[in-house]
C-alpha cells in the first residue's frame, strides 16, 4: 500500500465488502474507524455509535421545560430525576400563555418585533393601537411624592376611612406632630427676638456709648449748622472755632446766649427768652 516515497499513502475502507483503497480517506468521529468516499456517512457504514453526541431534548408536559436525555442513561431515570428535582408545573401557564394587545377585540399576539411601550400608561401595544387615542390611553399616571411624611397622613387618612378607631390614632399623632412643630417654631422665634434686641442693644451702646454723660439726656444743637453735642461746652468750642473765625473772614461774628437754668445755647435772645417762660415757667434763675 503507498508508494515507495510515501509508504503510508491511503488506508483500506474498514467495511467488509468493500476494503477499498483510498488515498483521502475519511475518519468516522463516533467510531473512528476509516472509510472511503461511499461509506463515510454514519448509515453507509451502519456506524454503531452514531447516537454517542446526539442531543434529545424532551418537552415536560407538566412545566413545559426542556428536559436533555443523556445518551448512556435511561430516559426514564432521566426523567423521574426531572420531576423531582426541576419539574415546577406553575411554570407551565407563564409558558405557553401568549401575551396579547390589551385592547379589547384585538388578537394580535405580542412578541419582540411587534411590541411598543407607550410613555404615558407604560403599557405594551401592538403596532396599531401604540398611540394614545387608539387604545383610550388614561394620561400618565399620578407622581407619588417620595417624602415619607406625606405618604404617612395619606396613608392614615385611608385608614381613617375604614375604621373609626385608625382615624382617632392618626390624627393624634398629626395633632401631636403639629404641636411639636408650633412650639419649635415659638422657641425659634424667640431665640431670634432676644437675639435682635441684644444687637440692638449693643450697637447703641457703642454708638452712643458718650451719650451717658449727657446731662439729664440734653442735647445741645448748633443753630446754625444743626450739629449736635453733649455739653454747652462742646457747643461753645465748636461755635467759637469754626463760625466765629469764618465769620470773621466773612465779616459777619455769631454770638450764644446760654440758658443759666439748663444751660442750653441759643443763637437769637428773643429765642432763649421764649424758651425760659415756656420750659422754665418764666424763671431763668438756676
Request: aromatic share 6%; charged share 25%.
Amino acid at each position: 500500500m503507498g508508494t515507495p516515497e510515501f509508504p503510508d499513502l491511503g488506508k483500506h475502507c474498514a467495511v467488509s465488502d468493500c476494503k477499498l483503497i483510498d488515498f483521502l480517506p475519511f475518519t468516522c468521529d463516533r467510531c473512528n474507524q476509516v472509510y472511503c468516499l461511499e461509506h463515510r456517512s454514519y448509515i453507509k457504514h451502519q456506524c454503531t455509535k452514531a447516537d454517542k453526541q446526539d442531543v434529545t431534548v424532551v418537552i415536560c408536559p407538566l412545566c413545559a421545560k426542556g428536559v436533555r436525555l443523556v445518551p448512556d442513561q435511561d430516559p426514564n431515570i432521566t426523567w423521574e430525576n426531572h420531576v423531582n428535582t426541576e419539574c415546577d408545573p406553575s411554570n407551565y401557564e407563564k409558558v405557553t400563555k401568549k401575551k396579547k394587545c390589551p385592547v379589547p377585540g384585538c388578537r394580535e399576539i405580542l412578541v419582540f418585533s411587534n411590541t411598543i411601550k407607550c410613555k404615558d400608561c407604560t403599557v405594551d401595544h401592538c403596532l396599531k393601537h401604540r398611540f394614545g387615542p387608539d387604545h383610550k390611553c388614561p394620561g400618565p399616571k399620578n407622581l407619588q411624592t417620595s417624602f415619607s411624611f406625606m405618604n404617612i397622613l395619606n396613608g392614615s387618612k385611608k385608614e381613617g376611612s375604614k375604621s373609626k378607631s385608625s382615624s382617632s390614632a392618626s390624627s393624634k399623632w398629626t395633632t401631636s406632630f403639629l404641636n411639636t412643630a408650633s412650639s419649635i417654631r415659638a422657641s425659634a422665634e424667640a431665640g431670634v427676638s432676644k437675639l435682635s434686641g441684644e444687637i440692638n442693644q449693643a450697637w447703641q451702646t457703642a454708638r452712643g456709648g458718650a451719650g451717658q454723660s449727657y446731662n439729664g439726656g440734653q442735647v445741645e444743637q448748633c443753630p446754625q449748622c444743626g450739629a449736635k453735642f453733649s455739653s454747652v461746652t462742646a457747643l461753645v468750642d465748636h461755635v467759637h472755632n469754626v463760625h466765629e473765625r469764618s465769620g470773621n473772614r466773612s465779616g459777619a461774628k455769631v454770638t450764644i446766649d446760654v440758658c443759666p437754668k439748663c444751660s442750653r445755647g441759643f443763637r437769637d435772645p428773643v429765642s432763649l427768652v421764649e424758651h425760659v417762660e415756656r420750659d422754665h415757667g418764666g424763671s431763668s434763675r438756676a
